[in-house]
Each structure stands twice: as C-alpha cells, then as structure tokens.
C-alpha cells in the first residue's frame, strides 16, 4: 500500500508520455546517491514510478568515508557508512530503482522531458529529475588527508565528534562553522586546538566571543597545516606557526571546518542557487524554479549536512515528484 497522495491518480483525458527515439525514455532520474538519492529512489520506486538512479562521482555520498554512524536511526550498535549505504542501494533496488553507475555531464532543463547526457555516452530524456548530487568538503590538499581520512581526519564534527570523547583535537578554520564545531567539540573532548590562518576569526561577533570565553578551546592563530601525523589513525599535526617554526600537537582527531562545495555547476544557470552554489527551493519543498525539478540532500541544504535530513528531504523530492506526475497526468 503506498503511503503517497492520492494526486497520483492518472487522468485518462491526457496523452501518455513519449520519449524522444534518440534518447533512452526514463519516466523518474534521480542524479546522484547516498542519503537523499537512494531515500528518494526508495519512496519513488515504492510509488509504481520506476526510478533509474545514476550514482555520480562518489557512490553512496560522504558517508561511505565514515567509519562509524552512531546517529542514524535504526542502528543502535552502529553501523559503517559503507554498509548503511550498500543496504540504501539493495533497498531502492528492491522496490524497482535501476541503479547506474555513471556522472552527469551535462544537462538541458530548458523544456520537457529534460535531457540529461552522462559520461558514459548515454542520454536520457525525463519526465521529473531529482537532483541529489550532494556537497563535497574542502580539504586542505596535504597527502595526509586521503591517507587519514575516516581514521581520525573528518568534515562533520557532529557526525564523528563522539569518538573523541575526552580526547585532544583540531579544527581547522575560522568562520561561524570552525567556531561552531569547535564549541560542540569542546563539550564532549578535553581540549580543541582552533588552527587559524589569519591572526582573527572571521566568525560573527557571538561565535567569536563564545570560542575565546571556551576555556577548553585554545585558538592559534597564524598557523598553518603542515602535515598530519600518524601511520593508522591520527596522531598529531605538524603545524607552521608566524615565523616559520615547525609547531608539532599531540592531537587523535582533526577536523576540517573550511567550507563545502555544493556539486550544483552542472546545473547552472538554468537552476537558481544561492551565492555558495547551494540549489534553491521553495520553502517546505523539494521545488526548484523548474517545475519537474526537485533538489534534496546536500546539495540543497547548507545549514544541517545530516545524514537524516538528507533522507528525509529525498523522501520530500519523491512525494513532490509523484504529485506533479499525478497533475500532469503522465501514464
């Protein structure tokens, strides 16, 4: 029994859709996995609109760099990001998702059916798209990072926070998210080293304050990452201080606070997207300025970065997309 609007009911008075002969036919694209993708597949493929899902450049999203996910409901003894995302995929897979590997290139949202063409040659022409191609973090480009990361180097203090409980850490930043990372820090760990370039924070006046009242956190401003150290896991940072003085902190968790790129480029400008490339949509709703378009997850959302909110706005793209199917009346 589907649990979606009875506005899915087709109206016999209007035309069944037709593909383009060139394109392949695709009544439902989600673009791009993890969370919000797979969820959206999962709600879509369960409402009879039989979804193909292209993974995009990282199949499964972040979260399968994460080792441990303590904070996803459903899991009480935890589960790896890469086995919570393999079950997300078979789930979607169950209720009829066809799950492709493959990036999108390119896209035409200039009238419907869509096109979207993909790195592998292939096109497809579209009733409803659903943009879930997520955020990337920005590192800092050290080798360190690709060998450390998931084993101490993370991108989401409150996804991976837990695990340093009572520990010495580092985050790297110093904007409103540095600052609030270090303050959640600073509740669970013993200690939190703010490395900061400049020699301020560019934090809201609030935040700043909060941080420098923190006796837990210690900002050392005008430095820079020279490398992280540790051969498994990490064990501490080598850092270059003002004048040039190698600086070496014993440290078990470091964590990057300088931002995250939306993966909206291909989109632009037919998709309206804030300054920080974040894609737009109406309040309440999975709607872009497209209507038959609809964006969740990440790529959407700058404020929470959740593995739950990201499931449960791809749940909100495939609700709205199966009504506006239902408006148009597409068999």
């Given at each position: 029994?589907?649990?979606?609007?009875?506005?899915?009911?087709?109206?016999?008075?209007?035309?069944?859709?037709?593909?383009?002969?060139?394109?392949?036919?695709?009544?439902?694209?989600?673009?791009?996995?993890g969370p919000a993708g797979y969820t959206a597949a999962i709600y879509s493929g369960r409402a009879n609109i039989s979804p193909v899902l292209y993974e995009g450049l990282q199949p499964g999203g972040q979260l399968t760099t994460t080792t441990e996910i303590e904070n996803f409901p459903g899991y009480p003894d935890g589960v790896t990001g890469l086995i919570m995302m393999e079950e997300l995929k078979q789930q979607a897979i169950r209720f009829g998702t066809e799950v492709r590997s493959g990036i999108a290139s390119s896209v035409d949202f200039s009238k419907r059916p869509f096109k979207v063409f993909f790195d592998d040659g292939k096109a497809i022409e579209a009733q409803i798209v659903i943009i879930a191609t997520g955020a990337s973090a920005k590192y800092l480009g050290i080798p360190s990072e690709e060998k450390l990361k998931g084993s101490g180097i993370s991108a989401c203090a409150t996804c991976d926070g837990f695990f340093y409980k009572s520990q010495d850490v580092a985050v790297v930043g110093g904007g409103d998210t540095a600052c609030e990372e270090a303050t959640y820090l600073s509740g669970i760990c013993n200690k939190v080293y703010m490395i900061v370039r400049k020699n301020y924070l560019r934090a809201?006046?609030?935040?700043v304050q909060r941080v420098l009242a923190n006796s837990r956190i210690e900002v050392l401003f005008e430095h820079t990452t020279k490398e992280v150290l540790g051969d498994q896991t990490v064990e501490g940072v080598l850092?270059?201080?003002a004048k040039g003085e190698d600086i070496?902190?014993?440290i078990t968790g470091f964590f990057l606070a300088i931002g995250h790129q939306p993966n909206s480029d291909i989109f632009k400008p037919l998709i309206d997207t804030d300054e920080a490339g974040y894609i737009k949509t109406i309040p309440g709703t999975s709607k872009t300025n497209i209507p038959g378009v609809f964006a969740c997850g990440d790529v959407q959302d700058k404020v929470y970065r959740q593995a739950v909110t990201a499931a449960g706005s791809g749940c909100m793209a495939a609700i709205d997309a199966e009504r506006f199917i239902g408006e148009q009346g597409y068999v």
């Open positions: 029994m589907s649990f979606f609007s009875p506005l899915i009911m087709k109206s016999e008075s209007k035309p069944a859709y037709h593909a383009d002969s060139n394109f392949e036919k695709a009544k439902c694209l989600i673009i791009g996995s809201s006046k609030v935040m850092l270059v201080n070496k902190i014993k």
